[in-house]
């Protein structure tokens, strides 16, 4: 029997055969799912998880140390807003010149029909200059971002989506499992807009969850989300 029948054959009988999915979406993930590139909006995208031979790795590993354990990405998003153009430039991974172009490229060569002239063509890329032809060469071979919709972490391109967010780019060319026909192009957001959103959520949820709900925790999490010396004030979760 086919596996994906007899997956399905199995779940079929609740109760007498034990799913290796842990959801329905996953199960439909894995079931219909495809995996290419496609087009997802950069704030459905998790944030790094660790950066390795980031020039700002320790500053992100000091920024967590203001979070509770596990939150790692959202120290990683506080990063980002404290970088400016200056600061993102010295990292060699945001030295493209024109990142927005290359990720259109890369999605416009994934719309093209597999193998044919028209892709052919479009692998030259030669509207790119040469440096950022190799960027949009390594985003459609083994550089690519690589998320399965649903993951909380990227597998791989940790530095090339943080400089494609740092450029402005909304809508980022992402390999991994996918459904066929389901846009993830929405919401659209500014990625510092995103940020910044990010470590405020966090931070709103976090106190609410060690403080008594009231005025304190009403204005607490703006606070905590600017002055990272504060939090080490909070009464640690259990």
């Known amino acids: 029997m086919d596996p994906l029948r007899l997956e399905q054959h199995l779940e079929a009988v609740p109760g007498q055969y034990p799913s290796r999915f842990s959801s329905p979406a996953q199960r439909a993930l894995h079931l219909d799912g495809v995996t290419r590139i496609r087009p997802v909006a950069a704030s459905r995208l998790p944030w790094p998880h660790g950066l390795f ?10 920024l967590a140390t203001t979070y509770p354990k596990g939150h790692s990405k959202t120290a990683h998003a506080e990063l980002f807003t404290q970088l400016n153009e200056q600061g993102f430039a010295a990292c060699p991974y945001h030295q493209a010149d024109d990142w927005k172009a290359i990720a259109e490229a890369v999605l416009t060569f994934a719309r093209a029909e597999p193998d044919s002239d028209e892709q052919d063509r479009l692998y030259h890329a030669t509207h790119l200059s040469e440096r950022d032809r190799a960027w949009f060469r390594s985003l459609i071979g083994g550089g690519h971002i690589w998320w ?7 597998t791989n391109g940790q530095h090339r989506l943080c400089a494609l967010r740092a450029a402005g780019a909304e809508v980022i060319p992402v390999y991994g499992r996918h459904l066929p026909d389901h846009d993830e192009t929405t919401p659209s957001q500014d990625a510092q807009a995103h940020a910044k959103g990010t470590v405020e959520d966090f931070w709103s949820a976090h106190t609410n969850a060690v403080l008594k709900p009231g005025l304190l925790s009403t204005h607490l999490p703006r606070v ?12 640690k979760s259990e």
């Open 224 to 235: 905590l989300a600017r002055y990272p010396r504060l939090r080490a004030l909070l009464p």
């Open 53 to 62: 031979k980031c020039p700002y790795g320790e500053r992100a590993k000091t």
């Open 148 to 154: 399965d919709t649903g993951h909380q972490n990227l």
